[in-house]
């Protein structure tokens, strides 16, 4: 191996303008330069904070849905998706238990919604964890319950009218996002 050459990463001799670059970058004193990024000309203002007027011109840009609106689409959502499962099986039962369905999706979500947004409400993640922990308790036990508050319960009927309205708040994420990058 002639003394010119320099090992590449993977033990095999560079030769030629290769090797001259190695030695040139990685010579003992010099600056070390990462040739993957181009070099900053000139470092980025800071960050100012904002205006009131830019602040709400900002907002009007990209509004946002807030948790209430995303209950009440969950609540429109629910009596729909019941109204279905009435017009399709002429069944009472069906619609009860449909709308005993959305409920379960949307009692929980107002009690938590309450509890993180409401007077007095800290905004912690301590907070936030114990009104999902109330949540996830409350609806765990209107499910329990629901087999002996409707007699006549259809679980198809409950659980898709359920899903369907836990979905509204996917949806809305989705679309909130979709109206920001545009």
């Known amino acids: 191996m002639n003394m010119n050459e320099q090992m590449s990463p993977q033990g095999h001799p560079k030769s030629g303008d290769e090797g001259e670059r190695a030695r ?30 830019e602040a709400q011109a900002l907002l009007a840009r990209h509004p946002s849905m807030t948790a209430w609106q995303v209950i009440a689409v969950q609540a429109v959502v629910g009596v729909l998706v019941a109204l279905v499962w009435w017009a399709v099986s002429q069944s009472r039962p069906h619609l009860v238990s449909a709308l005993y369905g959305a409920a379960v999706a949307v009692v929980p979500n107002v009690l938590m919604a309450r509890g993180v947004f409401g007077r007095g409400a800290g ?8 009104w999902e922990l109330i949540k996830m308790v409350v609806a765990g036990l209107m499910l329990a319950l ?14 898709v009218t359920m ?4 979905k509204v708040i996917g949806v809305a994420l989705l679309w909130q996002g979709r109206t920001k990058k545009s």
């Open 146 to 159: 629901s087999p002996v508050l409707i007699p006549s319960l259809s679980w198809a009927a409950m659980l």
């Open 24 to 53: 040139r970058q990685h010579a003992p004193g010099a600056e070390w330069r990462d040739t993957k990024w181009p070099d900053e000309q000139e470092p980025e203002p800071p960050v100012r904070p904002l205006t009131r007027a």
């Open 123 to 130: 905004r912690s993640v301590g907070g936030l964890l114990v």
């Open 163 to 166: 899903v369907l309205c836990m």
